[in-house]
């Protein structure tokens, strides 16, 4: 095992990086940014109002023509040049997003930052690559087809990884030849900022430009103004809303990833024999741990067949009591601390409530204290709640390290069971028959129907939701499209006259 | 018994949020990251419609109207076995609501209804 030290990079303070500098914050106001791990603050950051975001936009707008018009070829290079100083720095990228978000470290050295660094070079590769098209309407006349940048765009990032969701939505726009404004979660702000010092460099100056502060006093500025032409969010239901509305009163479009209840289907012939494969099941169970809970497509509701029910069960409570919690720079450590008191908090009033309807706690079921000095920081026990769909606990997204389960008897019951929710981001399906695997896949009524895996998320599988999940498709080729107008040139190559007039 | 009620805290930050924003609304949202959670706004700033139903309009000692309180219908099929309490932790985040920078976060408490 090994223990890193709590990070020493980070700076006492972090302004908004606008037109490539660091600038003071118009209303002059900083706020405390904590790490979960402990509660202590460890640096404090800039509080953005909305002359911050008009300067950052100022400078978009300034920016985006050139880069727009710089060639793929140069702005692949620069993508795949920030993947290689990330790639330089790992380990203190990984550091850094552990301490701010609490997760374990063994996470985001294994997942978080190699997934970020892929990602940027993947899209590097995809605006190679992407060609326009053109269309032969007649002998004369030719309909030609480009990709255009939208220009400027705004992107607001949630907590639950800092870098890998700002990666997510910053290297499709970068590649597409798009200037940015992007707001951090208040939550999460600085280690966003400890990459930016990594490559801040390589990018023209106001290609990219972070505002950070509160969504109220920052993201809304950003998110209504009519300066940008497109808004990606990734959040909930009643802010992606208020995004869509504030949207409707510029015409402009917007991507929205909002969560799910995602099922993990478990079929009777998972057990058929106790090998690899049964081991790989127990851990794709055990996945609602992984990164606390605190995953959009946390696969929070487990969905057993009766004839293995009791079996497959009891060797998930094992598996689940096995987790190790402990001090999330620690490599040893499986769970570490939710991101925010008040997320513990959320979660602890669903332990509550899901008490109160009936569900039975398996394991787990509290607050954690791990003494020492992680006793101030936000820990909550790997939890089993066994129940019945229609609980609460079952339909809503507690965000936490909690997973309900239940039984059901054949493939139409797991459908059923599995669509029975207001959201279709992920669904997980574990069998040793492709045909059931497919059947149930096609079924399900969700963005991404992980099959024998689960939390996977490479670069070139598309991820998004039906539903209330929202609208649009990361994590794939096909985003760059969510970052491009199309020009279409009709061209006549006739010389002669129509004749109308 | 109402279907939702408010802590003193809750209240003591209401009034506060009202002395500053004026008139208020919530509506409860669902999803990931700061979801599962109420969603305070300046009145009108959220735009309910069909989709929505209106659980209650909130008598809180010194604001003078009433403060809705809100939720999409289909969220509401699967919670109406359940009384709401409004209550305020520390926190951080709140997608835009109004509290965050004041370093707390409106919370739901939830029991069955009798």
Known sequence: MTRYDAPTHWQSRYDHFIGGEYVKPHGGGYFENPTPVTGQTFTEVARGTAPDVEKALDAAHGAADAWGRTSVAERALILNRIADRMQDNLESLAIAESWENGKPVRETLAADIPLAIDHFRYFAGAIRAQEGSLGEIDDDTVAYHFHEPLGVVGQIIPWNFPILMATWKLAPALAAGNAVVLKPAEQTPASIHYWLSLVADLLPPGVLNIVNGFGVEAGKPLASSARVAKVAFTGETTTGRLIMQYASENIKPVTLELGGKSPNIFFDDVSAASDDFLDKALEGFTMFALNQGEVCTCPSRALIQQGHYSDFLAAAVERTKAIVAGHPLDTDTMIGAQASNDQLEKILSYLDIGRQEGAKVLTGGSRADLGGDLSGGYYVEPTIFEGDNSMRVFQEEIFGPVVSVTSFADLDDAVKTANDTLYGLGAGVWTRDMNVAYRAGRAIQAGRVWTNCYHAYPAHAAFGGYKQSGIGRENHKMMLEHYQQTKNLLVSYSTQKLGFF | ?114
């Open chain 2, 1 to 114: 018994m109402s279907v939702v009620s408010v802590t003193p805290a809750a209240a003591d930050l209401i009034r506060s949020l009202r002395g500053r924003h004026g008139p208020l609304m919530f509506h409860q949202s669902g999803g990931c990251c700061d979801g599962s959670a109420p969603m305070c706004y300046p009145a009108g700033e959220f735009r309910t419609g069909s989709s929505d139903v209106l659980l209650a309009s909130l008598a809180v000692d010194g604001v003078p109207e009433p403060v809705e309180f809100w939720m999409s219908s289909a969220q509401w099929e699967l919670w109406k076995h359940t009384r709401l309490t409004v209550d305020v932790v520390p926190g951080r985040g709140s997608g835009f609501s109004l509290e965050a920078p004041d370093g707390l976060r409106f919370l739901i408490r939830s029991r069955l209804a009798a």
